[in-house]
């Protein structure tokens, strides 16, 4: 009946001592080299100022182009298709906005795209994130 007792000692050892992987941290966003970009009060790189959308950590801004309530950015980012995306749906429901609809398309290796509609109480905005060839295109309309 002791050696029971002692199981739950031994597992929460071997949890306590497992091996525990780290998500990789990056640091903030950067401008590339002539790139005008647009920040918020704390000099944050904005993808999206109408969103309040910030670019992904670790990233590189290559373009941006704002009109109005559009933008277009370009960056270049360490992390793959799936994990930015997992990023950009995140980031975007914690700023308050939810995904209504999402239409992925993936050719691999070399090009993905997804269409997330998105609504905030009234508002409704499209986000496309397309990456080809190792580069991110961001795009917000109306």
């Known amino acids: 009946m002791r050696r029971l007792g002692l199981i739950p000692i031994l597992l929460a050892l071997l949890v306590a001592c497992a091996p525990r992987v780290a998500s990789p941290r990056y640091p903030p966003a950067q401008a590339g080299p002539g790139v005008l970009v647009v920040r918020d009060a704390s000099g944050a790189i904005l993808l999206n100022g109408d969103l309040g959308l ?17 933008s277009q950015s370009r960056f270049a980012a360490p992390q793959g298709f799936d994990a930015m995306l997992a990023w950009l749906k995140s980031a975007l429901a914690d700023l308050g906005w939810r995904v209504v609809r999402m239409e992925l398309l993936e050719e691999p290796p070399r ?16 986000v496309r994130l397309a990456y080809r060839g190792g580069v991110y295109d961001l795009e917000v309309g109306p």
Request: charged letters at 25%.
């Open 54 to 70: 910030m670019a992904p950590p670790g990233s590189t801004l290559l373009f941006q182009r704002y009109l109005g309530q559009r």
């Open 111 to 126: 090009r993905y795209q997804a269409v997330l509609r998105l609504a905030k109480g009234k508002e409704h905005r499209t």
